[in-house]
C-alpha cells in the first residue's frame, strides 16, 4: 500500500483548508446538506465532525463518497434549552433534509442538562456551538463547517486538521472520555484501516489551556 493518502499531511493549515473545501465542495450530499441548513437559518448552525472528516478519508483513498457515514451531526446554539424547543427544530431539520444518511440535530446550548443523565459525571455548559468542539474525545474529530450567505466554506478546528489529513486518531485529555476515544477509533479503523491510533496517555488529564 502506497502513502498517497496522506500526500496533504504536514502542509500548511491554509493549504489543508483549501483542500477541505475542494473536498467537501466535490461531495453532492454534503453541499446539499450545508445549502438546506443555511435556508434554515438556525442559531449557529454548524455541521461537525464525523460526516466532515470521513468525507476526506473516502475522497483520499478512493472510497465512495459517504462510506462509513451514518450520520451527519448539526449543532446550534439556542438560549431556549427546553426539550420542546428543541424537538421542535428536529423536526423542522428532519422535513426540510431528507434523504441518506440522515441528518442528527443537537442543541449545544442544553448539552450539559442531559450529560450527566447519559455519561455518569456532570457535563461542560457550552456558550456556543464551536465551543462544544474543544471537549470532543479526539482532536481529530473536532471540526465543524458550514456554508455562508456568500458561498463561502467557513472551517473551524481548534486542533488544525494535520491529524485528519494524517490519517491519526489523537487523545483529546480534556475530559476522561478514553472509553469514547477508543470505541470511536475501533470502528473507523475497521472502515479505514489506514488511520493510525495514538493511545489515551495513562496519568494525562490535560486543561484547555495546554491544547
Known amino acids: 500500500m502506497t502513502d498517497d493518502h496522506l500526500r496533504y499531511s504536514g502542509l500548511s493549515i491554509s493549504r489543508q483548508t483549501e483542500t477541505l473545501r475542494e473536498i467537501l465542495r466535490a461531495s453532492p450530499r454534503m453541499m446539499d446538506v450545508m445549502e438546506r441548513v443555511r435556508?434554515?437559518?438556525?442559531?449557529?448552525?454548524?455541521?461537525?465532525?464525523?460526516?466532515?472528516?470521513?468525507?476526506?478519508?473516502?475522497?483520499?483513498?478512493?472510497?465512495?463518497?459517504?462510506?462509513?457515514?451514518?450520520?451527519?451531526?448539526?449543532?446550534?446554539?439556542?438560549?431556549?434549552?427546553?426539550?420542546?424547543?428543541?424537538?421542535?427544530?428536529?423536526?423542522?431539520?428532519?422535513?426540510?433534509?431528507?434523504?441518506?444518511?440522515?441528518?442528527?440535530?443537537?442543541?449545544?446550548?442544553?448539552?450539559?442538562?442531559?450529560?450527566?443523565?447519559?455519561?455518569?459525571?456532570?457535563?461542560?455548559?457550552?456558550?456556543s456551538s464551536r465551543e462544544a468542539l474543544l471537549y470532543f474525545a479526539?482532536?481529530?474529530?473536532?471540526?465543524?463547517?458550514?456554508?455562508?450567505?456568500?458561498?463561502?466554506l467557513a472551517v473551524h478546528a481548534p486542533f488544525g486538521l494535520d491529524n485528519i489529513f494524517s490519517f491519526r486518531l489523537v487523545p483529546n485529555t480534556i475530559r476522561p472520555n478514553r472509553e469514547t476515544h477508543e470505541a470511536k477509533a475501533a470502528r473507523q479503523m475497521a472502515l479505514w484501516p489506514e488511520l493510525e491510533l495514538f493511545p489515551w496517555p495513562k496519568h494525562a488529564m490535560a486543561t484547555l489551556e495546554d491544547t
Open 138 to 152: 479526539s482532536r481529530t474529530h473536532a471540526v465543524a463547517v458550514r456554508l455562508e450567505e456568500d458561498g463561502n
Open 39 to 127: 435556508l434554515l437559518d438556525l442559531p449557529d448552525a454548524w455541521i461537525v465532525s464525523g460526516a466532515i472528516y470521513n468525507t476526506v478519508w473516502n475522497a483520499l483513498t478512493g472510497r465512495p463518497d459517504m462510506h462509513g457515514v451514518n450520520d451527519i451531526d448539526l449543532f446550534y446554539f439556542d438560549p431556549d434549552t427546553t426539550w420542546e424547543a428543541e424537538n421542535r427544530v428536529i423536526r423542522r431539520v428532519a422535513e426540510a433534509i431528507p434523504g441518506k444518511p440522515p441528518v442528527e440535530t443537537r442543541n449545544q446550548a442544553r448539552v450539559h442538562l442531559w450529560y450527566e443523565q447519559r455519561f455518569g459525571r456532570p457535563g461542560p455548559k457550552f456558550s
